[in-house]
């Protein structure tokens, strides 16, 4: 009944009037053995959701019967490989157990197995630090472009200047969006972007003959910066956060000498705060001859109106699979392209795109003092395509309206939930929200229950318990994908959820009640984990 | 709640008895949740206050081991390998390693049970 759910004309009242009409008779729950009446269901349900048949599905290699294939092959009309002769002892007689089903059994079978999914393309997908925004088509498009999608990496360059030429065009978009002098696409994702700086900060101090041994991170730290640091050989030294939220400059100042290689800061931080001292923290670090590294996940905030490069920061990554929409999670893969100030450059990893004196462009390897390699080939090229298709399509007025309208359903959706949940810190939001639990922590109903009944009412949870420096965290990111009726559809949903934890707390502690399968037991799923399935003896 | 006074307290949520049994507290375990791994040292592993010496795993996180003094590991409780829902029952009576200190007067410095507990409550703010 898509349209009666569309109807933005009736009240809340009328709305759920007719919902309880269109669905009558008692339900019994399959997750928890209660029985609960619809009504009972729909007066805590928005207009976001209803409930639909869920196909049930087994695994596929419950449905396998012996014999069955999708396809009959013609008989083999070439000479029979002996492949034991061809492949010696690596030769693999024993295939184990394969599924073997007809062909319809298998596209139903991953057809139910989506229809379990959630997905952008279903509704909002808050998750903080995330920037889950909307992958647009146009870069599904042009990376379907025969020559881009068919391109090889062993093409000789000759052949590949178009390839080379998105290389190029994308390096050059993203120095100019972050003001920083030179940049590798090379890394797969964000902590591989982290790990790429950080080896350049190590390379570069042991060129100036002084080895540090420290890395400065705020509490408020994405945890892969500490994790990157330690791979990176670095000790890692916490930095406490000011009463705002933000870096504290004086303990900062304190904090630095001439062992701290770099400070690693995101900024916006993780409370989706602008470190407004951010010019001062970079005089800091270089005046004791320190680098400093911006973590770029909350770049989203920052596109078309600041530049990293412009208030002090020396080494940083982009996630294009956040801030430049190509696919994230299991959508993926991810790029994490690291931009550098100039005195980084002879560090990058190799190769670099270069024009030659011909003026074509090629790949240069002649790096003495690079880092090296750090992903093969040139890094996961299919991203940039839909990086740069985004850029274009946007152009410098359309980035820089993103970052406003990501800025403002933030602090849309702050407005509008303010009062109804905690809000730790009052400073300023940009691109993310963070709220507590606080209120609804003494109904003994946290972060992790509301996100669960969340996904009763179809959206996909916010990030819990994110960041550290907040007790029972909410962390909410629109981005700037979403409509106002959407955004209303989720603020709807958290102030009746905040409304349930004071009516019915077990309600929301028993939560999900719509989905599949209740919640799941994660503490039995860790002390005894089943890792593979095995047919039953 | 009330700590039990035969021991000190660090500010990181490790408790360590007089006879160098070291454990975390109600507090750690109940900020955790449930806890399904518990990793220790060996025995005979040199410990230095205030720096790690093991995690401890639960649905939520994993976090680092502060040993509260110096010393070395003279016993480990290898129950937890296979019972690491010990913690959770009981923080104050599951140890996770007994060790010989180096120095009996790095306890002075460490928190009293009315110290911790006011501690606890004064973090709790945010």
Same mark, same amino acid.
């Given at each position: ?13 009328q709305?759920?009037?007719?919902m ?19 009504k009972?269901?729909m ?11 869920s196909?049930?599905?087994?695994? @596929? ?6 014999g ?7 008989p083999?009309?070439v ?10 002892k ?19 079978h991953f ?5 379990w ?10 998750l903080?630090?995330c920037?889950?925004? /909307? ?12 020559g881009?999608?068919?391109g090889h ?6 052949i590949?200047q178009g390839?080379?030429h998105?290389?190029?065009?994308l ?20 902590a591989h ?17 002084h080895?540090?041994k420290? @890395? !400065?991170i705020?509490d408020?730290?994405h945890?892969t ?8 050989g670095?000790?890692?030294?916490? !930095? ?27 900024n ?5 705060v ?6 001062? @923290? ?7 001859g ?15 109106k600041?530049r ?8 940083m ?5 956040k ?16 931009a ?11 190769? #670099? ?6 003026g ?5 390897y002649?790096?003495?003092?690079? #880092? ?5 080939? /040139? ?36 407005? $509008?939930?303010? $009062?109804t /949940?905690d ?11 963070v709220?507590s ?5 003494k ?13 009763d /009412? ?7 318990a994110?960041?550290?420096?907040v ?28 409304a349930e934890v004071e ?13 599949? @399968? ?8 860790a002390?005894?984990?089943? !890792? ?6 | ?29 109940d900020?955790?949740?449930?806890i ?7 025995v005979?592993?040199?410990l ?10 639960s649905?939520?996180?994993v976090?680092?081991?502060y040993?509260?003094?110096?010393g070395t590991?003279?016993e480990?409780?290898?129950e937890?390998?296979t ?12 140890w ?9 007067a ?6 009293s ?14």
């Amino acid at each position: 009944m898509p349209q009666l759910l569309g109807d933005r004309r009736l009240s809340d009242l009328q709305w759920h009037r007719r919902m309880d009409g269109a669905a009558a008779g008692n339900h019994r729950s399959r997750t928890n053995g209660k029985t609960l009446t619809d009504k009972y269901f729909m007066k805590h349900m928005t207009r976001k959701a209803t409930r639909h048949i869920s196909q049930n599905e087994g695994l @596929i290699f419950e449905k396998s019967s012996p014999g069955k294939a999708a396809w009959k092959l013609p008989p083999l009309d070439v000479p029979e490989v002996d492949t034991s002769k061809l492949l010696g002892k690596q030769e693999r007689k024993d295939l184990g157990t394969m599924p073997e089903v007809s062909e319809i059994e298998i596209i139903r079978h991953f057809t139910r197995l989506s229809t379990w999914n959630y997905a952008i393309d279903l509704g909002m997908f808050p998750l903080g630090s995330c920037t889950m925004k /909307y992958n647009p088509r146009v870069n599904e498009f042009v990376s379907r472009v025969e020559g881009l999608a068919n391109g090889h990496p062993y093409q000789p360059e000759k052949i590949s200047q178009g390839a080379l030429h998105i290389l190029k065009t994308l390096s050059d978009c993203l120095i100019e969006i972050t003001g920083m002098d030179a940049i590798t696409l090379q890394p797969a994702a964000g902590a591989h972007g982290e790990l790429t700086g950080l080896l350049m900060v190590r390379a570069y101090h042991h060129s100036k003959g002084h080895p540090r041994k420290k @890395i !400065l991170i705020p509490d408020s730290a994405h945890g892969t910066n500490p994790a990157t640091a330690a791979m990176v050989g670095y000790a890692v030294e916490n !930095l406490k956060s000011n009463e705002s939220g933000m870096v504290d400059v004086a303990a900062l100042a304190a904090q630095m000498n001439e062992d701290v290689a770099a400070l690693m800061v995101t900024n916006p931080n993780t409370l989706g705060v602008f470190e407004h001292d951010i010019h001062e @923290i970079a005089e800091i670090m270089h005046a004791k001859g320190g680098l400093l590294y911006m973590d770029g996940a909350n770049m989203n905030a920052l596109v078309g109106k600041a530049r990293p490069g412009d208030f002090g920061v020396d080494v940083m990554h982009l996630n294009l699979h956040k801030t430049f929409s190509t696919p994230h999670g299991g959508g993926g893969p991810g790029s994490g392209p690291v931009a550098v100030k100039r005195i980084l450059e002879p560090f990058l990893p190799k190769p #670099v795109v270069v024009s030659k004196a011909d003026g074509t462009l090629g790949f240069d390897y002649n790096r003495p003092q690079s #880092v090296g390699r750090v992903r093969a080939f /040139y890094g996961n090229f299919g991203m940039f395509v839909r990086a740069l298709a985004y850029i274009f399509a946007n152009g410098p007025d359309g980035l820089r309206q993103t970052t406003e309208d990501a800025v403002l359903n933030a602090n849309y959706i702050r407005k $509008g939930l303010e $009062g109804t /949940y905690d809000l730790p810190y009052s400073t300023r939001s940009m691109h993310e929200v963070v709220f507590s639990d606080k209120v609804q922590a003494k109904k003994g109903v946290r972060t992790m229950d509301i996100a669960k009944r969340l996904i009763d /009412y179809g959206f996909h949870p916010y990030t819990t318990a994110f960041p550290l420096i907040v007790s029972g965290a909410m962390m909410i990111e629109p981005t700037e994908s979403e409509p106002k009726e959407e955004l209303d559809l989720f603020i709807e949903a958290m102030k009746s959820i905040a409304a349930e934890v004071e009516e019915d707390p077990q309600f929301v502690l028993d939560s999900p009640h719509n989905t599949r @399968i209740s919640r799941l037991d994660e503490v039995a799923a860790a002390r005894k984990p089943v !890792l593979r399935w095995k047919p039953e003896a | 709640m009330s700590y039990p006074t035969d021991r000190k307290y660090t500010k990181e949520h490790e408790w360590i008895s007089s006879d160098g049994k070291v454990g975390i507290t109600t507090h750690a375990q109940d900020s955790l949740g449930d806890i399904v791994f518990v990793e220790l040292p060996k025995v005979g592993t040199e410990l230095t206050a205030g720096k790690t010496f093991g995690t401890v795993e639960s649905v939520k996180a994993v976090s680092d081991l502060y040993a509260p003094a110096s010393g070395t590991v003279t016993e480990v409780n290898g129950e937890l390998a296979t019972s690491p829902e010990n913690v959770n029952k009981d923080a104050h009576a599951a140890w996770m390693v007994k060790i010989a200190v180096k120095d009996p007067a790095e306890l002075n410095v460490l928190l009293s049970a009315a110290d911790y507990e006011k501690f606890v409550s004064e973090e709790a703010g945010h």
